[in-house]
């Protein structure tokens, strides 16, 4: 994974609060994630603890958030310390060598599959979600859309962001997110490109037995707060794509 959050920590924390990240991304999750009401969960990628601490609020008796980036678990366990919740835990790791054996009902991850750089990679990453889920597991993530149209003349800017490929369309190329702030700051993330096929068949090698494409959703107060045309673009043309695979 080339993206150091270490230094822009702080920074991603800040973009969690764009229209469209509570509008359609969390929406969109939280409709794919009832209530957990005494199961435990997983968070891969977990970065502030922003879903972890979502995952427990839905009843999860336990959560535990695992990421890379030293940085992002300072600042999960400082928002646990400020506002605890009890069965959260956090931990520093690599979500392509995760320490559990299915000890989990859910898996979460938000953004993680995008930074595999190729398939094997990837594969890494589903086989070791896969084995921290009990039998039956289900395996919930949003990642950058291995399906988005990069020749097409389209511009996110009203949402926040603008993405390019570097290279061409092609396995492993580069993806440079730019994430603006509402000062008109901006940083840079950068992920990979593997289509969906190359997905599909990672999720299958892993055991998950069903794989789900799900469309994102608009919350009912995003609409009426920005309007249906607002969101078009985006809803026509998402560049995330929700998943849901069961084991």
């Not at 150091?4 to 994630?33: G, S, V």
């Amino acid at each position: 994974m080339t993206t150091d959050y270490d230094p822009i920590a702080e920074e991603y924390q800040r973009a969690k609060q764009h229209p469209w990240r509570i509008h359609i991304e969390a929406y969109t999750l939280d409709q794919l994630i009832p209530a957990l009401d005494g199961q435990s969960a997983l968070d891969v990628a977990c970065g502030e603890g922003h879903y972890t601490r979502r995952l427990r609020a839905r009843g999860a008796a336990h959560v535990i958030g695992v990421d890379l980036s030293a940085r992002m678990i300072e600042l999960a366990q400082a928002q646990e310390a400020k506002r605890p919740l009890g069965g959260v835990e956090y931990r520093i790791g690599d979500g392509k060598d995760l320490p559990f054996e299915g000890a989990f009902d859910l898996a979460f991850a938000a953004y993680f599959l995008n930074y595999a750089h190729d398939r094997r990679e990837l594969q890494q990453m589903c086989d070791a979600v896969a084995r921290s889920l009990k039998p039956g597991g289900r395996f919930v993530t949003v990642n950058s859309s291995p399906m988005l149209d990069f020749g097409a003349d389209r511009s996110y800017r009203q949402y926040g962001f603008e993405a390019k490929i570097n290279g061409g369309v092609k396995e492993g190329a580069p993806i440079i997110w730019r994430i603006f702030q509402e000062d008109g700051t901006f940083f840079d993330i950068e992920n990979y490109f593997l289509d969906k096929q190359i997905h599909e068949d990672a999720f299958r090698a892993a055991g998950f037995s069903q794989v789900h494409w799900r469309a994102p959703r608009l919350s009912p107060e995003g609409e009426k707060a920005f309007g249906r045309d607002f969101w078009k673009l985006f809803l026509d043309h998402p560049t995330i794509a929700f998943i849901e695979c069961v084991r």
